[in-house]
């Protein structure tokens, strides 16, 4: 693809049209996909920036199939997000965290090109102290026929065959990062105008990295390779920062922009990892090697791994390909 360059007036809108005339047969399809996945950001985005006074803080009341506790914005953009996808005939299954099986978009609507695995709201144990939460999205284009009900193989399949996958953060602003074959762009949403803007073109993951991100609180229950590695970094010589805020996006996206490693390995109680592979490490691995980084489950990569059910777990260590790969080295025989 040419390398073509935009300005900071660039919508995403525009950007994207744009950049699809460069791919010969391009439809549009893909595009009106991540419009809608646009259009679901900004819904979150406003009710997050005036939850308290909508009545969207605390728990339901509810427990979801994760087992966790279900928050009141939890509910809200899970609906959203289904409510956006299922119309507009893009979308024949979305895989979400807040459901047991998967939504299969069909009936009145058209069973489209792409499956959608969407962690609707991230980081949602930070909602009622106003911390940093997010949305993951990875989409797959299917392998069964396009207008007939999608089937489980279109789903279950290694990340490596992933068309593109992104992140929304809602933060001090909100921001969409979408990466796919055109590589792994940033846009900041104006509210007065309510449009993504181009802000942060062509990301690159830094190397070497220089932050360091982990609970460490289960240091007696990590592996050895895991507390080699924390040995390691924290050596003075190295000067590397921890900083650690507990919603997988928004630690990811510091170390996207900055340069680090995030890791939420093994342990004893939980030796299969608690991120969800399909809708968490899938796609953030994605962008981490489209971003030139690297993501690993300590012993393999990321997006080779076949999954075997929508919501199987995994250990994560992702950032810059000199940490992961180092971190990698550590924790192969843990």
């Known amino acids: 693809m040419e390398d073509r360059q935009f300005d900071e007036g660039t919508t995403l809108d525009r950007f994207l049209i744009e950049t699809m005339r460069q791919y010969p047969g391009a439809t549009g399809t893909f595009v009106n996909l991540i419009q809608s996945i646009a259009l679901a950001g900004k819904m979150i985005s406003a009710r997050v920036n005036r939850a308290g006074l909508a009545g969207l803080l605390g728990e339901t009341g509810e427990v979801n ?10 509910r809200y953009a899970n609906e959203t997000f289904m409510r956006s996808l299922e119309h507009r005939g893009h979308t024949c299954m979305v895989v979400s965290e807040e459901e047991a099986e998967p939504m299969k978009v069909g009936g009145k609507w058209h069973s489209g090109r792409y499956v959608v695995t969407v962690d609707p709201l991230d980081g949602s144990s930070n909602i009622d102290v106003n911390a940093t939460i997010g949305t993951i999205f990875g989409v797959f284009r299917r ?9 489980t193989r279109d789903v279950l399949r290694p990340g490596s065959e992933l068309l593109g996958a992104g992140y929304l953060i809602y933060g001090s602003g909100t921001m969409l990062v979408v990466a796919a074959e055109f590589g792994v762009h940033g846009f900041t949403l104006d509210p007065s105008v309510g449009e993504f803007f181009l802000s942060h073109p062509n990301i690159r993951m830094p190397s070497p990295g220089r932050i360091y991100s982990i609970n460490d609180v289960y240091w007696d229950d990590f592996g ?6 924390l040995t390691a970094v924290r050596e003075p010589k190295r000067k590397m920062s921890s900083r650690y805020i507990g919603s997988l996006v928004a630690d990811f996206h510091r170390n996207m922009l900055k340069g680090g490693v995030f890791l939420y390995p093994a342990t004893g ?33 990321i997006l080779d791994i076949v999954p075997e059910s929508l919501h199987d777990r995994v250990p994560l260590v992702i950032g810059s390909k000199d940490l992961v790969d180092e971190a990698t080295a550590l924790m192969k025989n843990d």
Request: aromatic letters at 8%; a negative charge.
């Open 143 to 151: 392998k069964s026929e396009e207008g007939t009900p999608a089937e």
């Open 224 to 229: 050895q390779g895991v507390r080699d590695f």
């Open 65 to 74: 199939i994760q087992g966790e506790f279900v928050q009141k914005l939890d």
């Open 269 to 301: 109680k939980s030796p299969e990892g608690k991120l969800r592979l399909m809708y968490e490490a899938f796609p953030l691995a994605f962008i981490a090697e489209m971003a030139g980084g690297g993501a690993t489950d300590g012993k393999r990569r």
